[in-house]
């Protein structure tokens, strides 16, 4: 009589690694809080010659000036402020986030584990 024994033994060949990941997604996420500091800073009227405000209206002027004029800017004048809601503030802060997401997704094919499975398949005479 024939016995035959089945064994498949299941291994990791790499560990996973997120790094390149989380790299991305911290350098997005300072553009992000940047663009939202700009947003919040030109909504409550803040001094622009304050150099921690001129600093961020400085910095993201490229991403914002790419989108103005799409929509009007809507202004308000109080006593001492003039606030200014930005639309394509708002619009550089979606579009890099959709990016970021692409981004991430492209990403995950090549972040992912590797399993590798072997099968063993023994055979053993028995006599009679």
């Known amino acids: 009589m024939e016995q035959t024994t089945n064994r498949t033994e299941t291994r ?5 690694n997120h790094t390149a990941k989380r790299v ?9 809080v940047i663009l939202a500091f700009r947003l919040v800073f030109k909504g409550l009227g803040a001094n622009p010659t304050n150099g921690f405000v ?13 989108f103005e004029g799409i929509f009007s800017r809507a202004t308000t004048s109080g006593a001492e ?3 200014v809601f930005e639309p394509a503030t708002l619009i550089v802060m979606v579009v ?7 981004v991430l997704k492209l990403m995950t094919p090549h972040t992912g584990t590797r ?8 055979h053993h005479d028995q006599g009679k």
């Open 115 to 122: 399993v590798e499975r072997t099968e063993y398949t023994e």
């Open 81 to 83: 402020t003039t606030a």
């Open 12 to 16: 990791n060949t790499e560990p996973e």
């Open 54 to 66: 001129r600093g961020i209206y400085g910095v993201t002027q490229f991403l914002v000036g790419i």
């Open 24 to 32: 991305v997604g911290v350098i997005f996420a300072v553009v992000e």
């Open 96 to 102: 890099i986030a959709l990016i970021v997401w692409a």
